[in-house]
């Protein structure tokens, strides 16, 4: 995303005033991923699985950033198209994903930048990145909407859906900065607490760029807000592995004179990091990523696996929960093409989905199983 810049006495004002911390917060981490399956003794592992799937026919010329969400025995997907990105008609829309067949229901188109305008009374020129959960028998939605300008001026927005993503309640305008509630953006999903409070991933993209993370209650009220990284980085968009007790974040890196996998741990309350910001072997040159703990405790990142350009798909594993990691398999190869903003998921069977886009003309849907990744470490798939 291309940031639309403001004045620099402006961004400097502006970055101080979302530096500003709400009161102290103690976050209590789950004691695992939400992505553990929910009927593991259900799962045939006997033979590897990786196979691709049918996508649906999309509505629209162009289409970005999947969200998936697991409710119950389905996947409730989300993404954004239009006739391009940061365009007046682009619209979100959903459909629902049987695992187990590969079954798609119908797409429906269900919020747009008239209906958030008219919902927050606020001049909404067009909407973006979304990304949400299933908690609380609620499906939380938050995305990004711009009035005048580009993704730096954004902020953000949450709808509550009571019927399990069928209907949508109206958009509610959060409160995330102090200086015209701009330059939020959202990306990778949030993580159920123990309490019952939403960990949100967001960063901010004006002149600076940086990732914070936000605690928000389920009745949308924003109750703490931490900054991830140093301006000078350039790391956005994170995605969290969770540990007992710590929090992993992985960044896209968008210093081009540091294109790699960048990361670091939280002690659990997001105090302090417990180590700090590390770049390791595994390039990542101002793209997308995706990062998941399989059912077996292997760590995958889903990424583009180049110095510049997005003409691969690639995995890398990590066998010592992060500490070092091994470029696994060039999935997908498109000369000129581009394939970006991997996002993954485990199904109720335990078998893994992920998408990605393909030009953006369309997702790419692949299935594999906990076999498939052994043998990926061992380095069968060759």
């Known amino acids: 995303m291309k940031p639309f810049l403001i004045s620099i006495p402006a961004a400097l004002v502006l970055l101080v005033a979302t530096l500003v911390l709400k009161p102290v917060y103690k976050v209590e981490l789950p004691s695992d991923t939400i992505e553990i399956a929910t009927e593991a003794g259900a799962i045939d592992q006997t033979d590897s699985i990786y196979e691709y799937l049918q996508s649906p026919e999309m509505p629209t010329h162009k289409v970005h950033v999947f969200s998936v969400i697991p409710i119950d025995n389905e996947l409730l997907t989300i993404w954004y198209g239009g006739t391009k990105e940061a365009r007046p008609d682009v619209s979100l829309y ?10 798609w229901g119908p797409i429906n188109k269900f919020k747009d930048n008239l209906s958030t305008g008219k919902e927050t ?11 949400g959960i299933y908690a609380h028998n609620k499906v939380y939605l938050f995305y990004v909407s711009v009035g005048i300008g580009g993704w730096a001026v954004s902020s953000l927005n949450l709808i509550i859906s009571e019927d399990k993503g ?10 995330t900065s102090s200086f015209f509630n701009i330059s939020t953006l959202v990306r990778n999903p949030p993580i159920l607490l123990e309490n019952g409070d939403l960990l949100l991933p967001t960063y901010f993209e004006n002149g600076t760029k940086f990732s914070q993370a936000l605690v928000v209650s389920p009745n949308g009220k924003i109750k703490f807000q931490k900054q991830l990284t140093d301006p000078s980085l350039e790391a956005i968009q994170a995605d969290f592995i969770v540990q007992p007790g710590k929090l992993t974040g992985f960044y896209r890196s968008m210093n081009s004179d540091i294109p790699y996998l960048t990361q670091n741990t939280f002690a659990e309350g997001l105090s302090e990091a417990t180590e700090s910001i590390h770049h390791s072997n595994i390039f990542n040159a101002d793209s997308g990523l995706n990062a998941l703990k399989t059912n077996r405790g292997i760590w995958l990142i889903f990424y583009n696996h180049q110095p510049e350009g997005r003409e691969s798909m690639d995995v890398a594993f990590s066998t010592d929960q992060g500490k070092s990691w091994k470029h696994g398999l060039q999935l997908e190869h498109k000369p000129r093409g581009k394939l970006g903003y991997p996002t993954s998921v485990v199904d109720h069977l335990g078998n893994y989905h992920l998408f990605y886009t393909v030009n953006r003309d369309y997702f790419r849907h692949i299935r594999f199983n906990d076999a498939w990744v052994d043998k990926l470490v061992l380095g069968d798939l060759n």
């Not at 009374?121 to 990304?131: C, E, H, P, S, Y």
């Not at 069928?166 to 409160?175: C, S, Y």
């Open 94 to 103: 959903s459909s629902r994903l049987d695992p187990a067949s590969g079954t």
């Open 166 to 175: 069928a209907t949508w309640g109206p958009a509610k305008k959060l409160f």
């Open 121 to 131: 009374k606020q001049f909404t020129r067009l909407i973006g990145n979304a990304t």
